[in-house]
């Protein structure tokens, strides 16, 4: 019972200072109260009415999807060679692949423009999406390797035993059974864009900015009410991707059951 109440304690702890942003997105005036002396739409009106606003963050859904794209085929593809494989240099695979997770992301990013600038390759769709998905893939290898050990490799044999080929019966078998975790890695991928600053800050230049970039400018320029609106839209847009993910685990998990 303690145990509960304490964790509640916490959540609620953390939560608050996000929930309380959603109110503040409603608010009348031009200026942050809480609570609110009014509430109004004219936040976010001007939001879905401001080009810029609505540029970057068409940008930042196209460059997040192509990122998604990208880090779910090479994370997975790691994964496979990970579990599936024998190799030399097996031990230091793993800490290579997680490295962009644990080296500060400022390093990550100073070494990405170092590394993209000679190529020309900074202000431009396909830096942005690479340098993204060098911090997305490990999130989607390490995903995606969760859901592989628990494959049955026996499957796929009895598959191309019956005449399918082995890419064949990856797609047919085993994707099936993983597809929770290459959603997870997916979605996580996808989220980067709109999470991480940092990176954009170093890669991105007045034809890539992205939604961070714009959020961040706004915070040192002029601090309005459309802060809280961005702020409710990425907050409702991750809670109905996650929720998604819940669900689709959930599904998968009763599948699994065996019935009687």
């Known amino acids: 019972m303690w145990l509960r109440l304490l964790v509640a304690l916490i959540l609620f702890v953390f939560l608050l200072p996000i929930v309380l942003i959603i109110p503040l997105s409603f608010t009348s005036v031009a200026y942050f109260q809480v609570p609110p002396p ?3 739409l004219m936040w976010y009106e001007k939001v879905l009415q401001s080009p810029v606003w609505m540029q970057v963050f068409f940008r ?29 240099g097996k031990k230091l695979f793993v800490p290579l692949m997680l490295s962009p997770m644990v080296v500060p992301t400022v390093v990550v990013a100073i070494g990405l423009y170092h590394f993209f600038a000679p190529f020309k390759l900074t202000d431009t769709y396909t830096g942005m999406i690479l340098s993204n998905a060098v911090i997305s893939i490990p999130i989607v290898f390490t995903t995606v390797s969760a859901s592989l050990k628990g494959v049955d490799r026996n499957l796929e044999l009895a598959a191309m035993g019956l005449g399918s080929t082995p890419v064949g019966a990856f797609f047919k ?27 954009s800050l ?3 230049g007045s034809h890539t900015k992205t939604l961070p ?19 409710t839209i990425l907050i409702v847009m991750t809670v109905a991707l996650f929720l998604i993910q819940g669900w689709m685990g959930a599904a998968a998990a009763k599948r699994s059951v065996p019935k009687e």
Not at 176 to 193: D, H, Q, R, W
Not at 213 to 231: F, G
Request: net charge neutral.
């Open 173 to 199: 078998i085993t994707v099936p059974i993983i597809k929770t975790g290459l959603f997870s890695g997916a979605l996580f991928a996808f989220s980067i864009v709109f999470d991480e600053p940092i990176i």
């Open 60 to 88: 930042s859904l196209i460059i997040g999807l192509i990122t998604a794209i990208v880090s779910l085929i090479l994370g997975t593809m790691a994964a496979i060679a990970f579990i599936r494989l024998n190799f030399w």
């Open 213 to 231: 970039i714009k959020y961040w400018e706004s915070l040192r320029t002029s601090i309005d009410p459309s802060i809280a609106v961005v702020s």
């Open 38 to 40: 009014g509430y109004s």
């Open 202 to 204: 170093f890669m991105a």
